[in-house]
T-cell receptor, first 115, second 111 residues
Framework: DAGVIQSPRHEVTEMGQEVTLRCKPISGHNSLFWYRQTMMRGLELLIYFNNNVPIDDSGMPEDRFSAKMPNASFSTLKIQPSEPRDSAVYFC?????????????FGEGSRLTVL | GQQVMQIPQYQHVQEGEDFTTYCNSSTTLSNIQWYKQRPGGHPVFLIQLVKSGEVKKQKRLTFQFGEAKKNSSLHITATQTTDVGTYFCADLYSSASKIIFGSGTRLSIRP
């Protein structure tokens, strides 16, 4: 079975450029989470969706970040404009239900470097 | 707000020694999960604890949930080089669907 699929795996861009990260959750999973991981701040929850609806985006750093989930099989995290402090590994994760229980399945992550 | 404290931040042990990491929450938890992340990898689910005072074992790993459901621990007996990685607790709250990760404990092992 295919797991959570993220793209790109690596992205290097210059400050000010737009970055779009993509995620395909496991088929049939109804909850999707975006996390950011850095050495300094650890694993931070940015936003999560239940049944394609954003539930809590309080972790989104600022207006430069936006996330969408147009359908059950696709989500994007966009940063515009990007800044060097956005450099991190961004993980997408999904789980089957919307109740707060059950294993989170993580993708391989997208490593973003903003120069 | 929800806060998850995890200690220690780092642990370096001799192969064969035991290892323990602790997770403490500022509020009562509904459930708690543990994940392992290998260097360069992604977090992988280990276990979920639900009941007050619950103890679960997976081979050399023992997981405990505190009686008040505000703390948890992961203990590894006789560490092996394959145990290297960062161990995270993750707090799940019944009032919301979100999952908050602790700061993690990085385990390194001297062969």
């Amino acid at each position: 079975d295919a797991g959570v699929i993220q793209s790109p795996r690596h992205e290097v861009t210059e400050m000010g450029q737009e970055v779009t990260l993509r995620c395909k959750p496991i088929s049939g999973h109804n909850s999707l989470f975006w996390y950011r991981q850095t050495m300094m701040r650890g694993l931070e929850l940015l936003i999560y969706f239940n049944n394609n609806v954003p539930i809590d985006d309080s972790g989104m750093p600022e207006d430069r970040f936006s996330a969408k989930m147009p359908n059950a099989s696709f989500s994007t995290l966009k940063i515009q404009p990007s800044e060097p402090r956005d450099s991190a590994v961004y993980f997408c994760a999904s789980r089957p239900g919307t109740a707060n229980t059950g294993e989170l399945f993580f993708g391989e992550g997208s490593r973003l470097t903003v120069l | 707000g929800q806060q998850v404290m995890q200690i220690p931040q780092y642990q370096h042990v001799q192969e064969g020694e035991d290892f323990t990491t602790y997770c403490n929450s500022s509020t009562t938890l509904s459930n708690i999960q543990w994940y392992k992340q290998r260097p360069g990898g992604h977090p992988v689910f280990l276990i979920q604890l639900v009941k007050s005072g619950e103890v679960k074992k997976q081979k050399r790993l023992t997981f405990q949930f505190g009686e008040a459901k505000k703390n948890s621990s992961l203990h590894i007996t006789a560490t092996q080089t394959t145990d290297v990685g960062t161990y995270f607790c993750a707090d799940l709250y019944s009032s919301a669907s979100k999952i908050i990760f602790g700061s993690g404990t990085r385990l390194s092992i001297r062969p």
